[in-house]
C-alpha cells in the first residue's frame, strides 16, 4: 500500500473535465512536490505534470495539476477517448526516495 | 530525440540472477541521474533505484537492497541493474527513467522513460 493514496478508477465522458486526487500526509505530500504521469500499458509512461502545476513541452494545456496542504490533483478538460489510461502521482523525499500512487485508471465512456 | 532502450529480460529460477541494461542516445547521458521503476503484473509503478550522473550517489528500495546493484558506464551511455536473489515477487516489466534535472541533487521528475523489458521469476 503506497503513501500516496489515489481512488482506483475514474470515469468521463468525451469533452467533460474530471479530476483525479492523490492525498499522502504533512511528511511527503505536505512538503514536496507531487508528479504526474499518464501511462498506457505496454508503452513507455509519459511526464505529465511535475513540480504541482508544471507542464512539459508537448503536453496540451487541456492537463493541469494542482496542490494545496496535503493533497493533490489532476484535472483533465475537454476529455478525449485518447486520454483512456493509467495516471499515477508521485513524489520523492530523502527517507523514501521515490513513491509512487497506487494509479487510477481512468475511462473515457 | 532523448532514447531509452531496456534489455536483458527474460525467464529466471527463483534464487537466481540477471542483469538489464539501459542503452540512451539523445542527450548528454553522464549529465543525468537515471531510475529504474518497475511494474508488477496487474499492479501500479514501483520506484526500485537510483543512480546520479557521476555515481557517486545510489539509493534503492527497501524490497530490492541488498539484492539488486545499480551502475553505469558513462563511455558506453548505459545504465545498468545487477539483479541477484529474485524472488517470484520481482516478477514485472522494468522501465529505466531519466532524471529531468542536469543538477547533482536528484529531483524525481523522470521526464523520459524507456519501454521496459520483462522479468520473470518462476520455477
Known amino acids: 500500500q503506497s503513501v500516496l493514496t489515489q481512488p482506483p478508477s475514474a470515469f468521463g465522458t468525451p469533452g467533460q473535465r474530471v479530476t483525479i486526487s492523490c492525498s499522502g500526509s504533512?511528511?511527503?505530500?505536505?512538503?514536496?512536490?507531487i508528479n504526474w504521469y499518464q501511462h498506457l500499458p505496454g508503452t513507455a509512461p509519459k511526464l505529465l505534470i511535475y513540480r504541482n502545476n508544471q507542464r512539459p513541452s508537448g503536453v496540451p494545456d487541456r492537463f493541469s495539476g494542482s496542490k494545496s496542504g496535503t493533497s493533490a490533483s489532476l484535472a483533465i478538460s475537454g476529455l478525449r477517448s485518447e486520454d483512456e489510461a493509467d495516471y499515477y502521482c508521485a513524489t520523492w523525499d530523502a527517507s523514501l526516495r521515490g513513491v509512487f500512487g497506487g494509479g487510477t485508471k481512468l475511462t473515457v465512456l | 530525440e532523448e532514447l531509452l532502450l531496456e534489455s536483458g529480460g527474460g525467464l529466471v529460477q527463483p534464487g537466481g540472477s540477471l542483469r538489464l541494461s539501459c542503452a540512451v542516445s539523445?542527450?548528454?547521458?553522464?549529465?543525468?541521474?537515471m531510475n529504474w521503476v518497475r511494474q508488477a503484473p496487474g499492479k501500479g509503478l514501483d520506484w526500485v533505484s537510483v543512480?546520479?550522473?557521476?555515481?557517486?550517489?545510489?539509493d534503492y528500495a527497501d524490497s530490492v537492497k541488498g539484492r539488486f546493484t545499480i551502475s553505469r558506464d558513462n563511455s558506453k551511455n548505459t545504465l545498468y541493474l545487477e539483479m541477484d536473489s529474485l524472488r517470484a515477487e520481482d516478477t514485472a516489466v522494468y522501465y529505466c527513467?531519466?532524471?529531468?534535472?542536469?543538477?547533482?541533487?536528484?529531483?524525481?521528475?523522470?521526464?523520459?522513460w524507456g519501454q521496459g523489458t520483462t522479468v520473470t521469476v518462476s520455477s
Open positions: 527513467a531519466k532524471d529531468q534535472s542536469r543538477s547533482a541533487t536528484v529531483t524525481g521528475i523522470m521526464d523520459v
Open positions: 504533512s511528511s511527503n505530500t505536505g512538503t514536496n512536490y
Open positions: 543512480i546520479s550522473g557521476g555515481s557517486s550517489y545510489r
Open positions: 539523445g542527450f548528454t547521458f553522464s549529465s543525468y541521474a
